[in-house]
Nanobody, 130 residues
Framework: QVQLVESGGGSVQTGGSLILSCAMS?????????MAWFRQTPGKEREGVAA???????SYADSVKGRFTASRDSAKNTLALQMNSLKREATGFYYC???????????????????????WGKGTLVTVSS
């Protein structure tokens, strides 16, 4: 059974940085799937943050472009999210997710929240305070 486990969440001050990690196990090949980060902040629906396809190409939500960097190691089945210049509104649970690429523009559609993901982690909490 595929499992995704996030780590790295914690508390940070506004303007600070944090790195999240996700480890995937269970026989699902990181070399053939798309992996992504989502988040759910207080009072809002879950939203896509970043997606990385099997070739390493990334897409980001407009709200995090230039500040967040997603990267993956397909051989190790891991995904990371470097978050810089954090804002208070970034507070929330961050989730790692994975799915095969199922159609054109899949990476962009994942970030836009338009398509479902097959596997999800349980999330890690990020708290940004002033």
């Amino acid at each position: 059974q595929v499992q995704l486990v996030e780590s790295g969440g914690g508390s940070v001050q506004t303007g600070g940085s944090l790195i999240l990690s996700c480890a995937m196990s269970g026989g699902y090949s990181g070399s053939t799937c798309l992996m992504a980060w989502f988040r759910q902040t207080p009072g809002k629906e879950r939203e896509g943050v970043a997606a990385v396809d099997s070739g390493g190409t990334t897409s980001y939500a407009d709200s995090v472009k230039g500040r967040f960097t997603a990267s993956r190691d397909s051989a190790k089945n891991t995904l990371a999210l470097q978050m810089n210049s954090l804002k208070r509104e970034a507070t929330g649970f961050y989730y790692c997710a994975a799915s095969p690429t199922k159609g054109p523009w899949w990476r962009l559609r994942v970030v836009a929240g338009q398509v479902p993901m097959d596997y999800w982690g349980k999330g890690t909490l990020v708290t940004v305070s002033s």
